[in-house]
């Protein structure tokens, strides 16, 4: 499959399956999720959907096993959306980018606070 083909694919699915959780997904148990990103396999038969959620711990963790679980429940809605052959296989991960940044911008504050601490001395 050709590379621009299969980016297209990707973000067609991203945009389906971002709608799907926001409109479809009635689970009280799903908080506040982004997809960030898509991963396909070179023959299109498994998906690696990438999520940010915001959250404590807890509510991340009964989000990622709610969307697991309505993963088959989204690939057949994803089916009736996008006209492909095979509708690939979904499989979620969680994305923890955002709590890196945060808390790489937590440390340079600190940082910069000690810097500025030991500058008035």
């Known amino acids: 499959m050709g590379g621009t083909r299969a980016q297209k694919m990707a973000e067609a699915i991203k945009e389906e399956v971002s709608d799907i959780i926001a409109t479809k997904l009635k689970d009280p148990r799903v908080g506040f999720t982004t997809v960030t990103a898509v991963e396909t396999?070179?023959?299109?038969?498994?998906?690696?959907?990438?999520?940010?959620?915001?959250?404590?711990?807890?509510?991340?963790?009964?989000?990622?096993?709610?969307?697991?679980?309505?993963?088959?429940?989204?690939?057949?809605?994803?089916?009736?959306?996008?006209?492909?052959r095979h509708v690939p296989e979904l499989r979620f991960a969680q994305d923890r980018a955002l709590e890196h940044h945060a808390r790489i911008d937590e440390l340079l504050r600190e940082i910069k606070e000690r810097d500025n601490c030991g500058d008035e001395e």
């Open 41 to 84: 396999s070179k023959d299109l038969h498994y998906v690696t959907v990438h999520v940010s959620i915001l959250g404590d711990e807890n509510q991340q963790k009964q989000t990622m096993e709610t969307l697991r679980n309505a993963a088959g429940f989204m690939r057949t809605e994803l089916g009736s959306r996008i006209r492909i």
